[in-house]
């Protein structure tokens, strides 16, 4: 059992250049939401969804897209690079299960340098 | 709305010492409350959870929470510090809902235990 998958584990862009981060998970869980994490700030919501064809913003969503064609996979696409989106992202998953919706499983993150 | 302050960005002890990290919170309603921890290169992974049942929460190794309402605090503490405790810790804050948007994570506090 995979749990959350996310590639590439790193990379390097130059400001301007446009990427998508892969985030994959195997679980059957209808949600998935995508945070970045930067040195003392904790991890910020920037865009996640709670099931195939749904998504919604997060705290920092711009500059960024999402979409969900299937219930595994998340995608994360950053438009135009730019040096602030510099940052480690992590995609994480949850089950549709109780009142409270919050990130259950993590993948190990992807490392993002833009230049 | 709500927030989290987690006191301390660095802790050391000593191993077989207590740990004690702080976590306050805001919140207009009444709040769900969780810890993460994160290892080097590594997702997080939830610790525990207060969800209003018990205000004394028991987590994964070893680890306990009190929820103190007339504090506003929920306070992460382990009787006895082991070298593979050091890790950072998250503390982190819902309002409940079926909405990701309501989740917010604290700074983050880095746990460092002495042999």
């Known amino acids: 059992n995979a749990g959350v998958t996310q590639t590439p584990k790193f990379q390097v862009l130059k400001t301007g250049q446009s990427m998508t981060l892969q985030c994959a998970q195997d679980m059957n869980h209808e949600y998935m939401s995508w945070y970045r994490q930067d040195p003392g700030m904790g991890l910020r919501l920037i865009h996640y969804?709670?099931?195939?064809?749904?998504?919604d913003q997060g705290e920092v969503p711009n500059g960024y897209n999402v979409s969900r064609s299937t219930t595994e996979d998340f995608p994360l696409r950053l438009l135009s690079a730019a040096p602030s989106q510099t940052s480690v992202y992590f995609c994480a998953s949850s089950p549709r299960v109780g009142a409270v919706r919050f990130p259950q499983h993590f993948g190990d993150g992807t490392r993002l340098s833009i230049l | 709305a709500q927030s989290v302050t987690q006191l301390g960005s660095h802790v050391s002890v000593s191993e077989g010492a207590l740990v004690l990290l702080r976590c306050n919170y805001s919140s207009s309603v009444p709040p769900y409350l969780f810890w993460y921890v994160q290892y080097p290169n590594q997702g997080l992974q939830l610790l525990l959870k207060?969800?209003?049942?018990?205000?004394l929460v028991k987590g994964i190794n070893g680890f306990e929470a009190e929820f103190k309402k007339s504090e506003t605090s929920f306070h992460l503490t382990k009787p006895s510090a082991h070298m593979s405790d050091a890790a950072e810790y998250f503390c982190?804050?819902?309002?409940?809902?079926?909405?990701?948007?309501?989740?917010?994570f604290g700074s983050g506090t880095k746990l460092n235990v002495k042999p």
């Open positions: 982190a804050v819902s309002a409940g809902g079926s909405s990701f948007n309501k989740f917010y």
């Open positions: 207060y969800t209003s049942a018990a205000t």
């Open positions: 969804s709670v099931g195939a064809g749904i998504t």
